[in-house]
C-alpha cells in the first residue's frame, strides 16, 4: 500500500508582527514565502540544498545577538521574527551592495531588457532594496576573470560570479555530475570546471542545469545572453527520451530560442543536454515545407541513400514538388489501388512513438478500418516489446509498476542493461541522489558506465549471459530461504516450476558462464531479497536479445519471490525509450493488441471495436515490423506480399536490423507513403513525402514511462506548408474512403485534437480493459498538465504506485514462467572474434534525425565512433582517433575508434544514429520468438586498422 500521510501540528510564531503558521521543518524563507513576505535571496533557489553563504537573507529573531541566515534556519514555536528590522535591512543592503559593486558594468541577464540592470536577480534586489554601489566601493573592484566560450551551447562570465555556489550545488548534489567546484581560498575563490579546464574542454555533459540555477547570467545559454525577453513562453515536454521531462519554450521572433526545466512529476525542474538544447531542429534548412512526389524514372536505389563517401543528393534529382491536393490524392489513391488488385493484406503501416498519442490512436484506426488488416506497429518492437510480452504474460500489465523517483524510497536498486546517464540522464538523477543518500544501486552490464562511480557493486558480466546471472540470483534467493512465502502464497503462481528449473543454476555453475565470482553473485541477491524495499529498471540491454522475453521473465520472478513489488521504492521498471513509446503502445500502435492491450485475437474484443469504428475487422493479428519488410520482398506473385506502406514519423531504414535487407525491402515497395520532418534514409525511398510537424508545433498528450499522461502544447506553427500530423491522417482517411460521417468526424481547434483524445479514451474502456484514464478528461489535463494512471474517477489523484493488492490478471495472482539458456542469433567465432553491441548516447537520439540536425548536439558529437577496450586497440594498432572497419557477414562500415575500457575486451560498441556509419547494416535480424524483437545487442563482427583515406569510405552492404 501507499504510505499513509501523518498528519501534523503546525508551528505558530510571529512573523513582522503578525501570527504565522509554519510546516515542520520549513525555513523561515520558506514560511515568510508562503505568507507573502518578500526576502532577499541570492544563494537560494528552490530545489537546491539551503546554503546561506551569501547573507542577503537573514533577518532578525527576536532574543538573539546575531541576525539568521532565513534561507536554513527552521522555525521555532513561538518564534518572533523581523524581516524588514532597520539592523536586518541595513545588513541586507550592504551585502547587496558589496556584490555590485565587485561586478562589471556590463551583463549577461539584464532586467526586463533593461542594459542598466545587467545581473538578474542581484539587479533586481539592488532595485527593491534601493541600493545603489558607492564609487568607493567600486574603485576597490576585482580584477575580472577572462571570459570563456569554449562550450557551445552555455557563455560563461566569471565577473559576473557572486560565488553564490547554487552551480556548484546544482551541479554536484542534483546532476551528480561533479563538474563544478570551487578552488582557492579567502578572496582567491574561484568556481572551476573540473581541475580549472575551459567549461567546453571539461568533463561537462551539457545538461544546463547550472545555467538554469545562476541568478547573476555568469553562466548563460549562448541563445539568450543580454536581453533575455521573449514574445512567449510555451509548457510542453521533452520530445526526446521516456523520462517525460516537463519543459517551457521560449519563443521570440517565432523561433523557440531557449528550454526552461519545468517542476513537472518525473524531472522536478531538472533536463539534459538534449532537453535544453535539442530544439532548434525545428528550424533546420533541411525542413521539408512543401509536398514532394517521385519524379517519373527515379530510382529508388536502396543502396544510394548516402552515397559512401559523397555529399547527400540534391532532393530535386529524385522528387518534384506538388500541391497538398495532388499529394493527398497520389498518396492515399496508390494505397486503395493495391488494396484494391491485391487485397487488404497488401498493406502496412509504422506509427511513431514520437508523436501524440491521438496521433497514435488516429494512425492505428486508419490501419485497421481502412487497410483492413492489423499490419501496424511502431519502433516498441524495436526496444522494448519483449519487456511488455514478458509483463502481459506474468503480470496482466505492460506497464511500468512505479514511478523512477520511486528509487527515494528504496534501499536496493538494481539497474540491469541499460546505461541511464547516457538514455535517459535525468531519470539517472534520481538514482545517483538515491547512492548518494545511502541507497544500495547495483549495474549489471557488459560494459562499465558512467552510473558505475554510484555503484555498490557492479556486475559486468559476459555479452548475452543474462538468464545465466538472473537465473543464479534465483537460485541463491530459493536454496537460502529468502524468498517471501507470504506473498507466493498469496498472490504468486507456478513457483514450484520456477524453483525446479533454477535448482541447475547455481552461481558456481553459472561463474564461468557469467564471469561473475559465485560469491558476489551470492551477495547481490541476498542483498536484493533482505532489503526493505527493492527496485528493479532496466534497459534495452534487457530487451534486445532473442532471449529478451526470458531476460524479462527472470526480472518479474526476482521481484514475485521476495515480495519485492506492489510497495514504494520496489517493483519492475523498464525504462522506456522513445518519449511516447508507453502512450503509442497503449493506444493500440501494435499489431496483436487494440487500445490498451485488448487482443485482437478476442472475438469479443474484436466485435466491439468493429462496432465502436463501424466497420468489420480482420481476424488475424498482424505483422511486425521486421516481418513486413522482410515480406515486402516476397515473390510478386506471393499474395502475402507487402506491397503499399504508409509510415508516420519512423524511420526504419536506420532502426531496423540488417538495414541492406531491410532497405531493400522498402525499396521493393509498390507505393511508400512517408510522413516526416526531413528527408530521413526512409523517405529517400518514397514515392510521396509529405511535412509533417514537429512536437513544438503541436498540441497533444504523451505518456512517459512513469504512466503518466502529459499535455504538450503548440509554441510556433510549422514552417511553409508543412501541416499538423493529425490533420493529415484525418486527410489520408478520406482518400482511403473513410471521410465525414464515417466516424471521423474530429471538430476543434488543433485538428480536433480533444475529439481524437476523448474517443481514445472510450476506446481504451474496451469489453476486457480497466478504465485506466477514466478519470482524466480532456479539461483535467488541461488544468493540472499531467496526471498518472490508473485513474479511474475524477477525484482520483491517479496511482504511481500499483499492484498494490491484486495483479491484473483473470486470476488477480503473477503468472511465473521459468526461463532456460537461449544460444544468441550469431556467436563470435575465429573469423567473427568481436560482440558489437549497439545503442544510444547522450547528445544522439535514435536513428538522429532530430538531434543530427540541432547545432549544438552535433558540435559535441559530430561524427561516428565505435569504443573499444584499449587492450583492444593496442592490439589492433590502431591509436584513440584512428580509422577502423567494423564489418559482420552482412555489411561493413568504416569510422573513427575511441578507448573506452569500460568496454569489455572483445566487445565494440556503435551508436546507431549515424547514417554515415550505419551500426545497423552489421546486426542481424533473428528474432525473440515470443516478442518478435530483434537481437540487435548481441552480433559478430571483426575488427581490422583502416587507412584514412581508403577508398570505401562511410557504410556498405557485404560484398562477399
Known amino acids: 500500500m501507499n504510505a499513509p500521510h501523518t498528519l501534523v501540528a503546525p508551528v505558530s510564531f510571529t512573523l513582522d508582527g503578525q501570527p504565522c503558521q509554519a510546516q515542520p521543518g520549513e525555513t523561515l524563507l520558506q514560511a515568510a514565502d508562503r505568507a507573502g513576505v518578500a526576502i532577499p535571496r541570492l544563494c537560494h533557489a528552490d530545489g537546491l540544498r539551503p546554503d546561506g553563504n551569501c547573507r542577503s537573507c537573514v533577518v532578525e529573531v527576536q532574543g ?64 527593491r532594496l534601493g541600493v545603489r554601489p558607492r564609487p568607493a566601493l567600486q574603485a576597490l573592484q576585482r580584477a575580472q576573470p577572462a571570459p570563456d566560450d569554449s562550450h557551445p551551447a552555455m557563455r560563461v562570465r566569471l565577473d559576473a560570479c557572486i560565488q553564490c555556489t547554487r552551480c556548484v550545488r546544482a551541479c554536484r548534489e542534483v546532476q551528480v555530475n561533479d563538474v563544478i567546484g570551487l578552488r582557492g581560498r579567502g578572496a582567491a575563490t574561484q568556481v572551476v570546471f573540473d581541475l580549472g579546464d575551459p567549461m567546453g574542454a571539461s568533463s561537462c555533459v551539457a545538461c544546463g542545469e547550472c545555467v538554469q540555477a545562476c541568478p547573476t547570467g555568469a553562466l548563460s545559454a549562448r541563445t539568450l545572453v543580454g536581453d533575455r525577453r521573449v514574445d512567449r513562453e510555451v509548457d510542453s515536454v521533452c520530445p526526446y527520451c521516456g523520462v517525460g521531462c516537463q519543459i517551457t519554450y521560449q519563443v521570440r521572433g517565432e523561433r523557440i530560442v531557449g528550454v526552461q526545466g519545468r517542476d513537472g512529476p518525473a524531472n522536478a525542474g531538472r533536463l539534459c543536454v538534449k532537453g535544453r538544447f535539442g530544439f532548434d531542429y525545428v528550424a533546420h534548412p ?68 514520437k508523436g501524440s498519442n491521438e496521433e497514435a490512436y488516429l494512425f492505428q484506426k486508419l490501419v485497421r478500418t481502412a487497410f483492413g488488416n492489423h499490419n501496424v506497429d511502431h519502433c516498441t518492437r524495436l526496444c522494448h516489446a519483449s519487456s511488455v510480452a514478458a509483463l502481459l504474460e506474468g503480470v496482466g500489465s505492460g506497464a511500468v509498476s512505479n514511478p523512477v523517483a520511486d528509487v527515494q524510497h528504496a534501499a536496493f536498486v538494481l539497474v540491469i542493461g541499460a546505461n541511464p546517464t547516457q538514455n535517459h540522464p535525468v531519470a539517472a538523477t534520481w538514482i545517483k541522489n538515491a547512492a548518494e543518500r545511502g541507497t544500495r544501486v547495483v549495474l549489471a552490464d557488459p560494459r562499465r558506465t558512467d552510473l558505475a562511480r554510484h555503484c555498490w557493486r557492479v556486475l559486468n558480466f559476459r555479452p548475452d549471459a543474462d538468464v545465466a546471472l538472473l537465473n543464479a540470483m534465483l537460485h541463491t534467493i530459493v536454496e537460502e530461504g529468502l524468498t517471501d512465502p507470504a506473498f507466493i502464497a498469496e498472490r504468486v503462481d507456478e513457483f514450484e516450476a520456477l524453483r525446479a528449473q533454477v535448482q541447475a543454476f547455481s552461481p558456481e555453475a553459472m561463474e564461468p558462464v557469467t564471469g561473475i565470482p559465485a560469491a558476489t553473485l551470492r551477495e547481490v541477491a541476498r542483498a536484493y531479497a533482505t532489503s526493505p524495499a527493492s527496485m528493479i529498471l532496466w534497459g534495452m540491454g534487457v530487451s534486445q536479445h532473442v532471449h529478451g522475453t526470458d531476460n524479462a521473465r527472470c526480472l518479474i520472478a526476482l521481484a514475485a519471490i521476495t515480495g519485492q513489488i506492489g510497495r514504494p521504492g520496489t517493483g519492475l521498471h523498464p525504462l522506456r525509450g522513445q518519449n511516447n513509446v508507453q502512450g503509442a503502445s497503449d493506444a493500440g500502435l501494435i499489431p496483436m493488441m487494440f487500445p490498451s492491450y485488448q487482443r485482437v485475437s478476442e472475438p469479443a474484443v474484436r466485435e466491439w471495436f468493429g462496432r465502436f469504428w463501424g466497420t468489420p475487422l480482420a481476424e488475424q493479428p498482424g505483422r511486425t515490423v521486421v516481418e513486413i519488410l522482410h515480406d515486402a520482398l516476397r515473390p510478386a506473385d506471393d499474395p502475402a506480399r507487402i506491397r503499399g506502406m504508409y509510415i508516420m514519423g519512423e524511420n526504419p531504414a536506420m532502426s531496423d536490423p540488417d538495414l541492406a535487407h531491410a532497405r531493400a525491402g522498402l525499396a521493393a515497395l509498390d507505393h511508400l507513403v512517408v510522413q516526416d520532418l526531413f528527408l530521413t534514409e526512409t523517405a529517400w525511398l518514397a514515392d510521396v513525402v509529405l511535412p509533417a510537424s514537429a512536437w513544438p508545433e503541436k498540441t497533444g498528450t504523451v505518456t512517459n514511462t512513469d504512466r503518466t499522461v502529459q499535455l504538450g502544447r503548440r509554441a510556433i506553427d510549422p514552417p511553409g506548408q508543412a501541416r499538423p500530423d493529425l490533420w493529415i491522417i484525418q486527410q489520408m482517411a478520406r482518400g482511403l474512403g473513410l471521410g465525414l460521417g464515417l466516424g471521423w468526424d474530429y471538430v476543434g481547434p488543433e485538428a480536433g485534437v480533444q475529439a481524437v483524445y476523448e474517443e481514445m479514451r472510450q476506446a481504451m474502456r474496451g469489453p476486457q480493459a480497466h478504465g485506466v484514464l477514466d478519470g482524466v478528461p480532456w479539461e483535467r489535463l488541461l488544468h493540472d498538465g499531467a496526471v498518472t494512471y490508473p485513474c479511474v474517477s475524477e477525484d482520483d489523484p491517479g496511482q504511481p504506485v500499483i499492484f498494490t493488492e491484486r495483479f491484473p490478471t483473470p486470476t488477480g495472482r503473477l503468472r511465473l514462467v521459468p526461463a532456460a539458456l537461449r544460444p544468441p542469433g550469431e556467436s563470435p567465432d575465429p573469423d567473427w572474434p568481436f560482440v558489437l553491441i549497439t545503442g544510444r548516447q547522450l547528445e544522439h537520439w535514435h536513428t538522429g534525425s532530430m538531434t543530427r540536425r540541432s547545432e549544438v548536439l552535433d558540435v559535441l558529437e559530430p561524427a561516428p565512433t565505435a569504443s573499444l577496450h584499449g587492450q583492444d586497440l593496442a592490439r589492433l594498432g590502431v591509436a584513440p582517433g584512428g580509422w577502423i572497419e567494423v564489418a559482420s557477414r552482412r555489411g561493413q562500415v568504416r569510422l573513427r575508434a575511441r578507448r573506452d575500457d569500460g568496454t569489455p575486451p572483445g566487445a565494440v560498441f556503435i551508436p546507431f544514429a549515424y547514417a554515415e556509419a550505419a551500426a545497423n547494416l552489421l546486426t542481424h535480424p533473428a528474432l525473440d520468438p515470443t516478442a518478435k524483437i530483434p537481437g540487435f545487442k548481441h552480433c559478430a563482427v571483426r575488427v581490422r586498422a583502416a587507412a584514412p583515406d581508403e577508398p570505401g569510405e562511410g557504410a556498405q552492404p557485404a560484398t562477399n
Open 64 to 127: 538573539e545577538r546575531t541576525l539568521a541566515a532565513s534561507c536554513c534556519r527552521a522555525v521555532q514555536p513561538g518564534m518572533v521574527v523581523h524581516t524588514g528590522s532597520e539592523r536586518a535591512r541595513r545588513s541586507q543592503r550592504m551585502v547587496v551592495e558589496l556584490l555590485l559593486a565587485d561586478l562589471p558594468a556590463e551583463g549577461a541577464a539584464w532586467v526586463e531588457g533593461d542594459a542598466s540592470r545587467p545581473h538578474g536577480e542581484l539587479s533586481q534586489w539592488a532595485e
Open 286 to 353: 533541411q525542413r521539408l515545407t512543401v509536398p514532394l512526389v517521385r519524379r517519373e524514372g527515379a530510382a529508388k536505389d536502396a543502396g544510394a541513400i548516402h552515397p559512401p563517401g559523397q555529399p547527400l543528393r540534391d532532393w530535386r534529382e529524385v522528387f518534384r514538388e506538388a500541391s497538398w491536393d495532388e499529394a493527398l490524392a497520389l498518396a492515399a489513391g496508390g494505397l486503395k489501388r493495391l488494396r484494391e488488385a491485391h487485397g487488404t493484406a497488401a498493406l502496412a503501416g509504422f506509427g511513431s512513438a
